[in-house]
């Protein structure tokens, strides 16, 4: 079983950036595709981006794609989203999760995903 602890939310202007990590321990972290989603007040959790097993394919959103960029270290067990020109719509938790499909295009929804962090907060003032 795999444990997340996502990391790096908080407070920032509209423009600016802010990385999130994702830290994983227990089972086989390698193994698993990692997405990231997010969730806003009143709205459904929402995918953003995942990334394969390997790095080598990655998947976003339409609404992230050029600010965005999501990362993995398998030595250290993390994956990062790096996000860049924030709009005070991408305000929400953001949560990374664990899961098995290992093509990234289809692993969207949160049923695609086992395991799940706790989620940390992002706030973009204008």
């Known amino acids: 079983q795999v444990q997340l602890v996502e990391s790096g939310g908080g407070l920032v202007q509209a423009g600016g950036p802010l990385r999130l990590s994702c830290a994983a321990s227990?089972?086989?972290?390698?193994?698993?595709?990692i997405g990231w989603f997010r969730q806003a007040p009143r709205n459904e959790r929402d995918f953003v981006a995942a990334?394969?097993?390997?790095?080598?394919?990655?998947y976003y959103t339409d609404s992230v794609k050029g600010r965005f960029t999501i990362s993995r270290d398998n030595a250290k067990n993390t994956v990062y989203l790096q996000m860049n020109s924030l709009k005070p719509e991408d305000t929400a938790v953001y949560y990374c999760?664990?899961?098995?499909?290992?093509?990234?295009?289809?692993?969207?929804?949160?049923?695609?995903?086992?395991?799940w962090g706790q989620g940390t907060q992002v706030t973009v003032s204008s």
């Open positions: 999760a664990a899961g098995t499909q290992a093509v990234v295009s289809l692993a969207s929804a949160p049923y695609d995903y086992d395991y």
């Open positions: 227990g089972g086989t972290f390698r193994s698993y595709t």
């Open positions: 990334i394969s097993w390997s790095g080598g394919n990655t």
